[in-house]
């Protein structure tokens, strides 16, 4: 598979997460824990079907225990760090901050052998950021003293998922089946938590189980298999990048199901994110 397909691919998990707010609505009432444990399981089960049918099990046996251990605290601590701090911060704010982890992916890369960190990288993800920024926070933010647990909490969630998909780059031969486990093992973490801390309640009707079925299937299932190909085998700069395109697409399919409404901060964001999709992609392209 060639750098552009492998970055290609990539960024179809970026497609999916653009409709993960739409699929969490139509979820509710179902607590994020218990939604997690269902979507990881669905993941993870589709995961292990595929390997089983592309006669791959074998290979899992043998991918060392602490790649497992460092995939399970990617997706099992970015969702429990994220969800936390949500409960202990403004939602907009601790989003905010969450969604730094494509900015913190681009410097990441620096680190890693192989890989420089171009002038146009760095310009292209701060515009983004900005861009995202404004879809977050609606052009307005306030950050409270009173909250700084909770935004602790989402800095920790942006560490986390950036620097997964950084180590995953090191382990670029370890088998994309593995995240298989990865799923499994979060949805097994997740099961606890929902029973201590949260009231069971089951997607309703055929709309919440559908959503439910589609989220782990989609945003929290084959998006975790793709955004692995991409960050081991693509251009892992621009993808950090136009990962600042997810927030941007889940707001447009919120409006066009009518769950939102459009506001001026979202066709600026547009213009942002797009412009830095198009700087990280020249510096890509230009090599400088």
């Known amino acids: 598979m060639t750098r552009p397909v492998a970055t290609a691919v990539g ?15 139509g979820s509710a009432p179902t607590p994020p824990f218990l939604l997690n444990t269902l979507c990881f399981a669905i993941g993870g089960t589709l995961g292990l079907v595929w390997t089983a049918v592309s006669g791959g099990l074998g290979q899992l046996r043998t991918v060392p225990l602490h790649v497992y251990v460092l995939g399970t605290l990617g997706l099992f601590g970015y969702h429990a760090l994220y969800f936390s701090a949500l409960r202990l911060a403004p939602a907009a704010e601790a989003s905010l901050i969450a969604y730094m982890w494509p900015l913190l992916i681009v410097l990441f890369s620096s680190l890693l052998p192989g890989e420089r960190l171009r002038a146009g990288h760095v310009m292209g993800a701060v515009v983004g950021f900005a861009g995202a920024s404004l879809i977050v926070t609606g052009g307005s933010a306030g950050f409270r003293a009173d909250a700084i647990a909770g935004y602790a909490l989402a800095l920790a969630c942006a560490l986390t998922w950036s620097s997964y998909s950084v180590m995953s780059r090191r382990f670029g ?14 949805a097994a973490l997740s099961l606890p938590l929902h029973l201590l801390f949260e009231t069971t309640a089951w997607p309703v009707g055929a709309t919440g189980w559908t959503s439910a079925v589609l989220l782990g299937l989609g945003p929290v ?16 700069q621009l993808l950090g990048t136009a990962s600042y395109a997810a927030p941007l697409l889940s707001t447009l399919v919120l409006i066009v199901a009518g769950v939102a409404a459009p506001t001026w901060p979202l066709a600026v964001a547009a213009a942002l994110i797009t412009a830095g999709a198009l700087l990280a992609a020249r510096a890509s392209l230009q090599g400088g």
């Open 221 to 236: 299932g084959l998006a975790f298999y793709v955004w692995d190909i991409g960050v081991k085998r693509g251009d892992i």
């Open 11 to 25: 960024f179809v998990a970026v497609l999916l997460w653009g409709v993960l707010a739409l699929l969490t609505v």
């Open 173 to 186: 031969t370890v088998p994309t089946a593995s995240v298989a486990v990865f799923c499994l093992a979060s």
